[in-house]
C-alpha cells in the first residue's frame, strides 16, 4: 500500500487505532476475493481500490476540497446524488459495514441498535474512517428510528442535513418528496455557493443515469446460465460504486459488462456444474460486509443477484431527462426515488413484487433473505416476504446475523442445509 499516513494525520485520524484495521484487510480481501479463480480480468480495477480504499479515492478527495468543492456523505439510496452534483459537490457513500467500527459506536448508542447504524457512528467518533473524516456535510434520512436518533449525535460533531422521507407512496407523498428534494437542493447551493440550474441537474441527471445504466448491464449478466462473474466480485463492484466517481464508475463497469457478455458467448463461467443460484435480499451489505456471500459462494452455490439498496435499487428505473425546468426535474427524480422499495414504507408490495420478478430474470433457484440484528423494519417484512415466497413454491432461508465472525459457522451449517435440500428438489 502506498503511503498515505500524512493525510491521515491531516485528517485527524486516530492512526495507531487505523493501523489495525489496516492490518486486516489484505487477509480478509485475498480469502474472499483474490482466492477466486477464473475471475473477470477487469476485476483489477476493483482490486486495486479495495486494496487502497482509505487512500486512492480519499486522496482524489481531498484534492478536489483544495481546488474548493465540497464533499457530502450519504447513508441512503434516497438521497439524490444528482442535486449534489449539479451544484459540483461530490458524493460518498457513508454506511458502516465492519465489526471493527461498532465498539466505538456502542459507546453511544444502545447495544440493542442494528450493526450498520452503530459502525458507521463508530467510524466518525472513533476516527478511523478517512471518508467520515473528509465529508463536509452528512446527509442524513428518516428512513428507520435508529439512523433518526443517529443522526442527532453525529450532527453535534459535524454539519448534518436530514431529508424527510415519506412513509408511503401515496400522489400526495411524491409530491411532498419533490419539495423536499427542492429544499434540499437550496441547502447545498448555500453550502457549495453554486446556483443549481436546469442545465446542470440536466447534466447531472444524465450521469447518474449512465452509471444506472452501465451497473444494470452487469446484472443482467448475471441472468444467464452460463454466470460470467461471481456474488463476491459483482458485490464489490457494486459497493465501491458508492464511492467512486460516477462517471468512471460507469466506464469501468461498461468495461465490465464488455468482458462479461464476451465470456457468456464464449461459454466461460464462474460456477460449478450444478451450482445452485441465490437470491439475497434484506438489509443492505455495506462495505466490507462479504461475510453471507462468502458463505453461499463456499457452500455449492452461487449469489446471481441482490434484491437491496446494495444490489436492483441503487440502479433500476431511470430519472426522465426531458425536463426542463427545476419544478420539472424535481419532480422527475421525486417519482424515480419514490420507485425504491425500502421496508420503511408501508405498505411495501412493491418488494414483493421486485424479489418474485427477478426470481424469474436471474432463474433464481433459492432465496436467502438476511437481515442485520435489530433491524426491526426488515425482520417484521421477512414474513411476508418468506409467506409469498413459499406460496410460489420458491424455497427460502430467513437468516439474521450482525458484523461479527462468531455466528460464521453456524450460518455455514444453516446456507449448507438449504443449499443440500434445493440441491435434492
Ligand atoms: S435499506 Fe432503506 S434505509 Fe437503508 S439504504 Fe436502503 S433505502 Fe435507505
Ligand atoms: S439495517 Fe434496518 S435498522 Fe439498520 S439502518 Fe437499515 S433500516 Fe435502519
Redesign the pocket.
Known amino acids: 500500500m502506498s503511503d498515505y499516513r500524512s493525510m491521515w494525520q491531516d485528517l485527524g485520524m486516530d492512526l495507531e487505532n487505523h493501523d489495525l484495521l489496516c492490518q486486516v484487510l489484505p487477509t480478509a480481501v485475498g480469502d474472499v476475493f483474490l482466492s477466486q479463480k477464473n475471475r473477470p480480468k477487469a476485476m483489477d480495477f476493483w482490486d486495486l481500490v479495495i486494496s487502497e480504499v482509505h487512500g486512492i479515492r480519499p486522496a482524489e478527495l481531498v484534492k478536489a476540497q483544495q481546488e474548493g468543492r465540497k464533499v457530502f456523505g450519504t447513508f441512503c439510496v434516497y438521497v439524490p446524488d444528482e442535486v449534489i452534483i449539479a451544484a459540483n459537490g461530490i458524493v460518498t457513500g457513508l454506511c458502516g459495514g465492519s465489526q471493527f467500527w461498532v465498539p466505538d459506536g456502542e459507546k453511544v448508542l444502545p447495544k440493542s441498535?442494528?450493526p450498520?447504524?452503530k459502525a458507521s457512528v463508530g467510524a466518525r467518533l472513533g476516527r478511523t474512517c478517512p471518508f467520515f473524516r473528509i465529508a463536509d456535510m452528512y446527509v442524513g434520512e428518516t428512513?428507520?428510528?435508529?439512523?433518526k436518533k443517529a443522526y442527532e449525535i453525529l450532527g453535534e460533531d459535524v454539519p448534518m442535513y436530514v431529508m424527510d422521507v415519506p412513509q408511503m407512496k401515496r400522489p400526495q407523498d411524491i409530491v411532498r418528496w419533490k419539495d423536499e428534494i427542492a429544499a434540499f437542493a437550496k441547502r447545498v447551493e448555500e453550502f457549495t455557493g453554486n446556483t443549481i440550474t436546469p442545465q446542470k441537474l440536466a447534466e447531472a441527471i444524465k450521469v447518474i443515469n449512465e452509471r444506472r445504466k452501465a451497473l444494470k448491464r452487469v446484472f443482467d449478466c448475471r441472468k444467464s446460465e452460463c454466470l460470467p462473474i461471481s456474488g463476491r466480485d459483482a458485490l464489490l463492484m457494486m459497493q465501491i460504486s458508492f464511492f467512486d466517481d460516477p462517471v468512471r464508475c460507469a466506464k469501468m463497469c461498461n468495461r465490465l459488462a464488455d468482458e462479461l457478455e464476451q465470456r457468456i458467448k464464449d461459454g466461460v463461467s464462474v460456477a460449478e456444474a450444478g451450482a445452485k443460484r441465490i437470491l439475497v435480499t434484506g438489509?443492505?451489505l455495506a462495505v466490507p460486509n462479504w461475510k453471507l456471500h462468502q458463505i453461499i459462494e463456499t457452500s455449492g452455490a452461487v449469489v446471481v443477484c441482490e434484491e437491496m439498496c446494495t444490489g436492483n435499487r441503487y440502479f433500476e428505473n431511470l430519472v426522465d431527462e426531458t425536463q426542463e425546468t427545476l419544478e420539472g426535474q424535481f419532480m422527475a427524480l421525486a417519482e424515480r426515488y419514490m420507485k425504491t422499495n425500502?421496508?420503511?414504507f408501508t405498505p411495501n408490495k412493491g418488494r414483493i413484487d421486485d424479489i418474485m420478478r427477478m426470481v424469474k430474470e436471474y432463474h433464481v433457484d433459492g432465496v436467502i433473505d438476511c437481515?442485520?440484528k435489530?433491524?426491526?423494519?426488515?425482520d417484521t417484512e421477512k414474513y411476508q416476504v418468506s409467506r409469498a415466497l413459499k406460496e410460489a413454491g420458491v424455497p427460502v432461508l430467513s437468516l439474521e446475523t450482525d458484523y461479527a465472525d462468531t455466528d460464521a459457522e453456524q450460518l455455514r451449517t444453516r446456507v449448507g442445509a438449504f443449499v443440500e435440500m434445493i440441491s435434492a428438489k
Open positions: 441498535t442494528c450498520l447504524v428512513t428507520c428510528d435508529a439512523k438489509t443492505p425500502c421496508a420503511c437481515n442485520l435489530f433491524c426491526c423494519l426488515y
